[in-house]
């Protein structure tokens, strides 16, 4: 089973995320913040992190930099999502590593086409 | 309509289409259900809902499933088509019409645009091998108000997401407040007209590859094999169909065979076989 690793300061915005990829049969775990998702990934390597970024929380993209690094930390495929949606935050996004983007809010059917989109589904 | 009655029509579209629904546009979903309800003498979609548990018929399931579909579209809709378009059809082309350096394409219900600037950001990553070619990619649809829409080639942030990789998204889209503008020059690509599919095909000349996908649903079989007749007559021998991904001409017309191993792209019948020598 493909697995997704939730990153989201927000508890609600979790929820949702992962009933979207529970429902496309993809396991989920979550963190609140970047220190908390890199010690996941430490301990197990995801298929894909949802990743959170929207500022003031800069966590998000120390967080990305920080997973690369990591030993088999270039194989997740990380979906960066924010509730920014101007040109340049998603640049700087797909600059920093990001495989794709997510415009918040976001749907099921986005959720499903995006992660169709990374070859996960 | 209830949360279990959403569930119940999302699952339903589903099984029924392929086509994922967000339970999120329940506004949407009863304005499109409220004239089917009507025409079965019912008050409304909730109605609509218990009739179909209590007594499920075809002909019900067939009505809702449509009417819940009937604008649906997406960019790179299905994937694989746009993939074989891209990797197989279009290098073929190069290669069968060397000599004419020119060839046309025509999404025969483009809905609001997805599909034909699909298409465009296709021939637009090709440029480099397109270069001297005269290549045209008209766009007919029924409803003005979809064409109207397509042609303005702006898009909200849901459609936008759906099916468009991001990448593609940064280069070819503009983002206007919370909307998002296709580049003029992939505008300029497509020729939008209005067109009834009953109406008759010829005025609108030949086409090598023709993308009539997602459409005849909504005819009979009658006119489902008439139409697929005319596009026949409008294609050259080594053209190309592409139909939706659960639509067949099987029982239909038999103007038209299936690919190997594709689902929903056809070519003629008595035309060169794939893999054989370019007609000429
Ligand atoms: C489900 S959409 C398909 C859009 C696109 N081809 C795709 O597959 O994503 C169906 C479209 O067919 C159009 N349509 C319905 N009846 C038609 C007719 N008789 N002639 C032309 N277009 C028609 C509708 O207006 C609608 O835009």
New binding site residues.
């Given amino acids: 089973m493909t697995s997704c690793l939730v990153v989201d300061p927000s508890k609600v915005a979790r929820t949702v995320a992962c009933r979207f990829l529970q429902a496309l049969q993809i396991e989920t775990t979550e963190a609140a913040d970047g220190g908390e998702a890199l010690a996941v990934c430490e301990a197990t390597m995801p298929d894909s992190v949802l990743l959170d970024w929207t500022p003031p929380a800069t966590d998000g993209m120390a967080f990305l930099t920080a997973l690369r690094r990591l030993p088999g930390g270039d194989r997740p495929r990380v979906l960066m999502c924010s509730s920014r949606t101007d040109p340049d935050h998603i640049r700087q996004a797909m600059e920093a590593g990001a495989d794709e983007y997510i415009m918040k809010p976001f749907d099921s059917e986005v959720i499903r086409s995006k992660f169709a989109q990374v070859g996960l589904l | 309509m209830r949360p279990d009655d959403v569930a119940f029509l999302t699952g339903l579209v589903a099984e029924k289409s392929g086509l994922a629904l967000s339970a999120d546009k329940v506004a949407l979903m009863e304005s499109r259900l409220m004239p089917v309800a009507r025409r079965r003498g019912l008050k409304g979609p909730r109605e609509l809902v218990a009739a179909i548990r209590g007594r499920p018929s075809d002909a019900l399931i067939r009505d809702v499933t449509e009417a819940m579909?009937?604008?649906?579209?997406?960019f790179f809709?299905d994937t694989a088509p746009f993939a074989l378009f891209r990797d197989v059809v279009l290098p073929q082309l190069l290669e069968r019409r060397a000599a004419t350096r020119a060839f046309r394409i025509w999404?025969?219900?483009?809905?609001t645009g997805?599909?034909p600037y699909s298409l465009a950001m296709i021939l637009k990553e090709a440029a480099d091998s397109l270069t001297g070619w005269r290549h045209e990619i008209v766009a007919?649809?029924?409803?003005a108000g979809?064409l109207a829409k397509a042609r303005a080639g702006v898009y909200s942030q849901f459609e936008v997401q759906r099916g468009l990789p991001v990448q593609m998204l940064m280069t070819y889209f503009t983002k206007r407040d919370a909307l998002w503008e296709i580049d003029p020059a992939l505008r300029a690509m497509v020729r939008f007209r209005e067109?009834?599919?009953?109406h008759g095909l010829r005025p609108l000349g030949r086409f090598d590859v023709v993308?009539c996908?997602?459409?005849l649903i909504?005819f009979d079989d009658e006119t489902k094999g008439r139409v697929l007749n005319e596009i026949r007559s409008l294609m050259p021998d080594d053209g190309v169909l592409f139909l939706?991904q659960s639509e067949t001409v099987h029982g239909i017309s038999d103007g038209f065979t299936p690919l190997p191993d594709q689902r929903g792209v056809f070519r003629p019948a008595d035309g060169p076989a794939p893999g054989s020598p370019a007609s000429s």
Avoid: H, K
């Fill in positions: 579909t009937v604008d649906d579209t997406a809709r999404c025969a219900a483009a809905a997805q599909e007919t649809d029924v409803s979809m067109f009834d599919l009953r993308f996908r997602n459409v909504y939706g």
